[in-house]
């Protein structure tokens, strides 16, 4: 069965890149999950959005191709930018074709290959495959000293259990259906801000109480600062806010943590502001949110609510 499969199918594109650049599309006939995650992650945007183009002039910086449209290359080494399907930015290729093989973490389980692979597992389970490009984050996260400390891949590629393996055409379906692959725990090619981890918090807040007024102190229990990144303009805000008794919420301050103007927070250290206490009020409430330049949309990462002591 498996011989007429490939014969009526040839799968020399997914790893042929003399001739042919293997883009996402390809993968997406059998790996349409993981496309799909993709496709609506940073990395598929890194050359096409608006954020981008204005940090560059409009494409005006070439040191930074390398990074948002990379060669594949999986080994030590610095990356290169290639010059085609830059649209797709960090691509499939990018990160798991090498040597005109298909490169992941995760033993197969089906019994059929319709293309050659390689099994490397502690490279992509290492922070240091994403610190490739995410250097000074990297560079963060290699100086926290902590047993607790939690890889990129583990916070930003959330856990899931299925097959690698999905089919969008009649050919791919059988393909899929005859290889009987197992379900695994793989990772979600989402890469976006933290994700909550069962046993981690990635921030807490405490209040102390001082005559009239009342700190408020945050930690950051990331690996990394908050907001971090090596280029662009991150701003990560804290609102901090009185809730009345009778459950008006009234705004007590603002904060910008910037990393250009050195007010993020740094990994696993803290902030703290004072303010009046409020007449009335029984509890602060604190609310931390990310926000991109030239966008008005933000993204909420943390609230807590504690009654005033």
Same mark, same amino acid.
């Given at each position: 069965?498996?011989?007429?499969?490939? %014969?009526?199918?040839?799968?020399?594109?997914?790893?042929?890149?003399?001739?042919?650049?293997?883009?996402?599309?390809?993968?997406?006939?059998?790996?349409?999950?993981?496309?799909?995650?993709?496709?609506?992650?940073?990395?598929?945007?890194?050359?096409?959005?608006?954020?981008?183009?204005?940090?560059?002039?409009?494409?005006?910086?070439?040191?930074?191709?390398?990074?948002?449209?990379?060669?594949?290359?999986?080994?030590?080494?610095?990356?290169?930018?290639?010059?085609?399907?830059?649209?797709?930015?960090?691509?499939?290729?990018?990160?798991?074709?090498?040597?005109?093989? @298909?490169?992941?973490?995760?033993?197969?389980?089906?019994?059929?290959?319709?293309?050659? @692979?390689?099994?490397?597992?502690?490279?992509?389970?290492?922070?240091?495959?994403?610190?490739?490009?995410?250097?000074?984050?990297?560079?963060?996260?290699?100086?926290?000293?902590?047993?607790?400390?939690?890889?990129?891949?583990?916070?930003? @590629?959330?856990?899931?259990?299925?097959?690698?393996?999905?089919?969008?055409? $009649?050919?791919?379906?059988?393909?899929?259906?005859?290889? @009987?692959?197992?379900?695994?725990?793989?990772?979600?090619?989402?890469?976006?801000?933290?994700? &909550?981890?069962?046993?981690?918090?990635?921030?807490?807040?405490?209040?102390?109480?001082?005559?009239?007024?009342?700190?408020?102190?945050?930690?950051?229990?990331?690996?990394?600062? $908050?907001?971090?990144?090596?280029? %662009?303009?991150?701003?990560?805000?804290?609102?901090? $806010?009185?809730?009345?008794?009778?459950?008006?919420?009234?705004?007590?301050?603002?904060?910008? $943590?910037?990393?250009?103007?050195?007010?993020?927070?740094?990994?696993?250290?803290?902030?703290?502001?004072?303010?009046?206490?409020?007449?009335?009020?029984?509890?602060?409430?604190?609310?931390?949110?990310?926000?991109?330049?030239?966008?008005?949309?933000?993204?909420?990462?943390?609230? &807590?609510?504690?009654?005033?002591?």
């Amino acid at each position: 069965m498996s011989g007429l499969i490939f %014969g009526c199918m040839k799968f020399d594109r997914l790893t042929n890149i003399n001739m042919v650049f293997p883009r996402a599309e390809f993968c997406k006939e059998c790996h349409i999950d993981i496309y799909n995650e993709w496709a609506e992650s940073l990395h598929a945007k890194a050359y096409t959005s608006s954020t981008y183009r204005q940090a560059t002039n409009d494409y005006q910086f070439p040191s930074c191709l390398a990074c948002h449209v990379p060669e594949p290359r999986i080994s030590d080494g610095p990356l290169k930018s290639r010059e085609i399907f830059r649209e797709e930015g960090v691509t499939c290729s990018s990160c798991h074709l090498e040597e005109s093989k @298909m490169v992941g973490p995760i033993e197969p389980t089906s019994k059929l290959a319709p293309h050659p @692979m390689s099994v490397q597992e502690d490279r992509y389970r290492n922070s240091k495959f994403c610190g490739r490009c995410h250097e000074g984050t990297f560079k963060e996260w290699k100086q926290v000293i902590s047993k607790e400390k939690h890889t990129c891949q583990e916070c930003h @590629m959330p856990l899931v259990k299925r097959k690698l393996t999905q089919a969008t055409h $009649l050919l791919s379906k059988i393909i899929v259906t005859v290889s @009987m692959e197992k379900e695994a725990l793989q990772k979600k090619h989402t890469f976006g801000v933290h994700k &909550k981890l069962p046993d981690m918090e990635a921030f807490a807040m405490n209040l102390k109480k001082d005559g009239e007024q009342i700190e408020l102190i945050l930690k950051n229990h990331l690996p990394h600062s $908050l907001p971090t990144g090596d280029f %662009g303009f991150r701003i990560v805000i804290v609102d901090i $806010l009185s809730v009345q008794e009778n459950d008006i919420i009234i705004p007590i301050k603002s904060v910008e $943590l910037i990393k250009e103007i050195n007010t993020a927070i740094p990994a696993k250290a803290t902030a703290s502001w004072k303010f009046p206490v409020p007449d009335n009020a029984k509890a602060i409430r604190c609310i931390v949110s990310r926000l991109s330049k030239g966008s008005e949309k933000r993204e909420n990462l943390y609230q &807590k609510e504690v009654s005033i002591p």
